[in-house]
């Protein structure tokens, strides 16, 4: 089966910095990315996805870029803000109709004022 | 916080006993998940259901179990046969159409055995 790999599983940046966070998939027939953001105590919350067919997705200061021939595929967040501390995961997952996915193990991020 | 919920938020058993875990959701999602998230290790996938009176095993179905009577409803059933059950437990919807569907998560249930 799949197996997602990501790193770091802590991060700590200064606010205004930027942080990327690194996932590794094994299965190349997977074919949809997401990131979740879970902050203490609540549930987790999808912020990003992207497609096989596509190589980078940007929304504001959250980018997402895909490199599918070495299998692996990163969170980008720019300018980063003490909200934006929480845990990361990423995602990936084989066609079908109910998508099931398999995550990485989560990074902590941290944002330092 | 609609759409999907969880109840109890914290649930305490004492070894030897079954507890259900309750899902319900009201987004007219096809497809339930039930996950387990322990500390430093990311979400694994316990079962999951495609549509009512069918499900399936994830990664980690020993020791639980299931069922889907309603397209609303999917409890989880720690059972006393589940050698390390204290963890949080997420359920989450989909739709299940050809596109890329987003998994919704309930808020989780916090299962500590005594």
């Known amino acids: 089966g799949e197996n997602v790999e990501q790193h770091p599983s802590t991060l700590s940046v200064q606010e205004g910095d930027s942080a990327v966070i690194k996932c590794t998939y094994s299965?190349?027939?997977?074919?949809?990315f997401p990131w979740y953001k879970q902050e203490l105590g609540k549930r987790p919350q999808l912020i990003i996805d992207i497609r096989s067919n596509v190589g980078e997705k940007k929304d504001q200061r959250i980018a997402v870029t895909l490199n599918k021939t070495a299998k692996h595929f990163s969170l980008h967040i720019t300018e980063t803000q003490p909200e934006d501390s929480a845990v990361y995961f990423c995602?990936?997952?084989?066609?079908?109709?109910?998508?099931?996915?398999?995550f990485g193990s989560g990074t902590q991020l941290t944002v330092l004022p | 916080d609609g759409g999907i919920t969880q109840s109890p938020k914290y649930l305490f058993r004492k070894e030897g006993q079954n507890v259900t875990l309750s899902c319900e959701q009201n987004l007219n999602h096809d497809a339930m998940y039930w996950y387990r998230q322990d500390p430093g290790q990311g979400l694994r996938l316990i079962y999951y259901?495609?549509?009512?009176?069918?499900?399936q095993k994830g990664d980690i179905a020993e020791g639980y179990s299931v069922s889907r009577e309603k397209k609303e409803s999917f409890p989880l059933t720690v059972t006393s046969a589940q050698k390390n059950p204290t963890a949080f437990y997420l359920c989450?919807?989909?739709?299940?159409?050809?596109?890329?569907?987003?998994?919704?998560f309930g808020p989780g249930t916090r299962l500590t055995v005594l």
């Open positions: 995602a990936a997952s084989v066609g079908g109709s109910a998508r099931q996915l398999t």
């Open positions: 989450a919807s989909s739709t299940t159409g050809r596109g890329y569907n987003e998994q919704f």
């Open positions: 259901s495609q549509i009512v009176n069918d499900f």
């Open positions: 299965d190349s027939a997977s074919n949809y």
